[in-house]
């Protein structure tokens, strides 16, 4: 019914820049602009953690303390997709990278209880 896949991860030098890609598709998606967007991500043995979320018109928008000032999140309701700028990346910010989507209205990083997910990019930062 829905999905939604990333693109964009790869290995990057500390203080470069990635830019995340995710795609939303398929009959759920035809309302695209009904859906909250957000990234999490989850670094190896660690639990998942918010990153950034962008509200259905993208006039508001919420970032995690620890990237707030090197990334930013947009969308493009046309053609269903939601973008991350990372930019002064650093080895902490190493990790899977996952898009998400819902319906309900964002209630804070801590709320990971989101309809959709993608299976995620890999985003490895070397110093």
């Known amino acids: 019914q829905g999905q939604l896949r990333e693109s964009g991860g790869g ?20 309302n695209y602009n009904m859906y909250n967007m957000a ?3 989850q670094a190896p043995g660690n639990e998942r953690r918010f990153v950034a979320h962008i509200s259905r ?6 970032y995690a303390d620890s990237v707030k000032g ?17 930019n ?7 990790a899977v990278y996952y898009c998400a989507a819902r319906l309900a209205p964002f209630l804070g990083g801590y709320d990971q209880r989101y309809d959709y997910w993608g299976l ?3 985003v490895t930062v070397s110093s």
């Open 11 to 30: 290995l990057v030098q500390a203080g470069g820049s990635l830019r995340l890609s995710c795609a939303a598709s398929g009959r759920t998606f035809d």
């Open 39 to 41: 990234w999490f991500r």
């Open 57 to 62: 018109d993208g006039d508001s928008t919420a």
């Open 70 to 86: 090197r990334f930013t999140v947009s969308r493009d309701n046309a053609k269903n997709t939601v973008t991350l700028q990372m």
């Open 88 to 94: 002064s990346l650093n080895p902490e910010d190493t």
């Open 120 to 122: 995620g990019t890999q």
